[in-house]
């Protein structure tokens, strides 16, 4: 699991509230990733972080914000969790020298939306 | 726009006998193609990787893929399957410059009989 932690690892929580998932890496990687699991979907990426304080979105980053304020963790925000975003979502880290699209992922967080 | 099609939501093989998943790319660039495997409520696992080295890439647990330009495939092959090689498949692509945008495909359903 190259290092990574996701916490919580499993939440259930209502439609309407704030939710926070929290990745956390020991390793000192640059990149780090935020993705989402659905079935018939594979992954999609949400966001990703080149640094800290530097982020950018990926391909379903709507209803999603993500912060890095230091290097280790990289949070990621439902500012007002909906039912669509009942998921399993995995965070991934890059490790430098083997390119930023040989990734490792974590253990995932599920999130049920009721 | 690049995308990767797996061509079989469900493989089902016996034990012992050879494991064929299939997969086809588009991409404008020179693409890098990855293979993960991920065990039921489990994270992902990175089982190879082809980045231009080599057109026979070979990866964990004796698994191989053979990269066909001309066929745009990039297909997943194991001689002899193992009850614990039932999980799901992603084929996986990457542009270069993409800062690690990964398209995964839907992933294709390993079953093993024994």
């Known amino acids: 699991d190259a290092g990574i932690t996701q916490s919580p690892r499993h939440k259930v929580t209502e439609t309407g509230t704030p939710v926070t998932l929290r990745c956390h890496q020991t390793?000192?990687?640059?990149?780090m990733y935020w993705y989402r699991q659905d079935p018939g979907h594979g992954l999609r990426l949400i966001h990703y972080?080149?640094?800290?304080?530097?982020?950018d979105k990926g391909e379903v980053s709507d209803g999603y914000s993500v912060s890095r304020s230091k290097t280790e963790d990289f949070l990621l925000t439902l500012e007002s969790a909906t039912s669509s975003q009942t998921s399993v979502y995995f965070c991934?880290?890059?490790?430098?020298?083997?390119?930023?699209?040989?990734?490792?992922f974590g253990p995932g967080t599920r999130l049920t939306v009721l | 726009a690049q995308s990767v099609t797996q061509l079989d939501s469900h493989v089902s093989v016996s034990e012992g006998t050879p494991v064929l998943l299939r997969c086809n790319y588009s991409?404008?660039?020179?693409?890098?193609l990855f293979w993960y495997v991920q065990h039921p409520n489990k994270g992902l696992q990175l089982l190879l990787k082809?980045?231009?080295?080599?057109?026979l890439v070979k990866g964990i647990n004796g698994f191989e893929a053979e990269f066909k330009k001309s066929e745009t495939s990039f297909h997943l092959t194991k001689p002899s399957a193992h009850m614990s090689d039932a999980a799901e498949y992603f084929c996986?692509?990457?542009?270069?410059?993409?800062?690690?945008?990964?398209?995964f495909g839907k992933g294709t359903k390993l079953s093993v009989k024994p």
């Open positions: 991934a880290i890059s490790v430098a020298g083997e390119g930023t699209d040989t990734q490792y």
């Open positions: 390793e000192n990687h640059r990149y």
């Open positions: 972080s080149y640094g800290v304080k530097d982020t």
């Open positions: 991409s404008s660039y020179s693409p890098s």
């Open positions: 082809y980045t231009s080295a080599a057109t």
């Open positions: 996986v692509v990457s542009e270069d410059g993409s800062q690690g945008n990964l398209i």
